[in-house]
Structures are given as C-alpha cells and as structure tokens.
C-alpha cells in the first residue's frame, strides 16, 4: 500500500520561498509520475507540477519560472521548490503518485501573506 507525506508547509511573506517534500512508501516508487496539486479554498483542485520516472517535467503556467520540481529516487521522496511566492500560491498542496491508479497525500497548507 501507498503513503504519501508531505512536509515543509507554512505561511510565508509575498515573495518569499518555501520547499515542499513529499515521502513515499512502498516499491514503485521510481517508475511513478510524480505530481503536486493544490486545491484553493473555493476552487477545484489543479495541478501544480509533475514529474514522470524519466524526469522529465510539466509545470502549470501560472508556477513557470518560479516553482521547480524534482525527485530524489534513492530516498523514494519528491520535492516542490517554491520561490517568488504570490498570495495567489495558498492553498492547500497535495502529493500525488500515479502507478496504476493515484495516491494522494493528505495535503499540506501553504499561505503566502500580501
């Protein structure tokens, strides 16, 4: 079975940077795409960044040039790197592992004050 933690939330200052991480369990890990969602209050959930097994990335326009995502196979973990935060960026942000089907993490809140 899948665990997905995540860590490294908070509230932050506009402009400022935050790291997400987000600990997964289990044995597929390296041939998973890799995701971040974030679901504002009020609002559908969206995707954020991904990141397939051959690292190769996709990134929501509104994060292009200031989030980076990565993956670190050999500690099962992916990370969200978050600079030139906006309020526009709180939310709640939610790992997601695709292997067959999704898991989901159970989300970790980031609010970015004007």
């Known amino acids: 079975q899948v665990q997905l933690v995540e860590s490294g939330g908070g509230l932050v200052q506009a402009g400022g940077s935050l790291r997400l991480s987000c600990a997964a369990s289990?044995?597929?890990?390296?041939?998973?795409?890799m995701g971040w969602y974030r679901q504002a209050p009020g609002k559908q959930r969206e995707l954020v960044a991904s990141?397939?097994?051959?690292?190769?990335?996709n990134y929501a326009d509104s994060v292009k040039g200031r989030f980076v995502i990565s993956r670190d196979n050999g500690k099962n973990t992916v990370y969200l790197q978050m600079n030139s935060l906006k309020p526009e960026d709180t939310a709640v942000y939610y790992c997601?592992?695709?292997?067959?089907?999704?898991?989901w993490g159970q989300g970790t809140q980031v609010t970015v004050s004007a």
């Open positions: 997601n592992q695709r292997v067959i089907r999704d898991f």
């Open positions: 289990g044995s597929f890990f390296s041939i998973s795409t």
């Open positions: 990141i397939a097994r051959d690292r190769s990335t």
